[in-house]
């Protein structure tokens, strides 16, 4: 019985996918282009804190595009930023929680022209409660840092995916 019941469900539930022109955003496009043909390259900073907050967010980019190949039709450049504020002041004004922002501007390049076809910006702010002790702080920014540059990153790969998809919607 419960069988009868997914095998109905699961073909229902396919009839009604393909019908609305769902398709997986890592699929490649009508024109043979996919995320995975996407060449990540940072460029750095003057300031520890932003290159800190770049190497996280390429490799969360990297992990969730993929190994591009020598030979990629499109390469994004970014350009992070980290910064910090203090929120929750007490009596002696000490902070008991900060915000961590990573901020990245970011152009989509196609690399036989060098044309830019695409750029934004794209953020995420993450919040912590400061610890007691200066090492406490440092450690929950640090892991602040990790959490927003992963959030931002994945909020860029969306981005990517609908500016793909749009492209093969008028091509």
Same mark, same amino acid.
Request: charged share 20%; glycine share 10%; aromatic share 8%.
């Given at each position: 019985m419960m069988r009868t @019941?997914?095998?109905? /469900?699961? /073909? @229902?539930? !396919? !009839?009604?996918?393909?019908?609305?022109? $769902?398709?997986?955003?890592?699929?490649s496009a009508p024109d043979g282009t996919s995320l995975s043909d996407i060449? =990540?390259?940072?460029?750095?900073?003057?300031?520890?804190?932003?290159? *800190? %907050? !770049?190497? $996280?967010l390429t490799?969360?980019?990297?992990?969730? /595009?993929?190994?591009?190949? #020598?030979?990629?039709?499109?390469?994004?450049?970014?350009?992070?930023?980290?910064?910090?504020?203090r929120?929750?002041?007490?009596?002696?004004d000490v902070a008991t929680r900060?915000? =961590?922002t990573v901020r990245v501007k970011w152009e989509l390049i196609q690399t036989k022209t060098g044309k830019v076809v695409d750029k934004g910006v794209t953020s995420t702010v993450s919040t912590f409660g400061a610890p007691e002790g200066p090492y406490g702080v440092i450690t929950a920014?640090?892991?602040? =840092? *990790?959490? %927003?540059?992963?959030?931002? #990153?994945?909020?860029? =790969?969306?981005? @990517?995916?609908?500016?793909f998809a749009k492209q093969s919607k008028t091509n």
């Open positions: @019941l997914f095998l109905s /469900l699961s /073909l @229902l539930s !396919g !009839g009604i996918l393909s019908g609305c022109g $769902f398709t997986p955003m890592h699929a060449s =990540v390259s940072l460029v750095k900073g003057s300031r520890i804190s932003d290159n *800190q %907050a !770049g190497f $996280f490799q969360r980019l990297r992990d969730r /595009l993929g190994k591009a190949s #020598a030979a990629s039709p499109y390469e994004i450049k970014v350009v992070p930023t980290y910064r910090r504020t929120l929750g002041l007490t009596e002696g900060y915000d =961590v920014d640090n892991i602040g =840092v *990790q959490q %927003a540059s992963k959030q931002t #990153a994945d909020k860029l =790969v969306i981005e @990517l995916a609908s500016y």
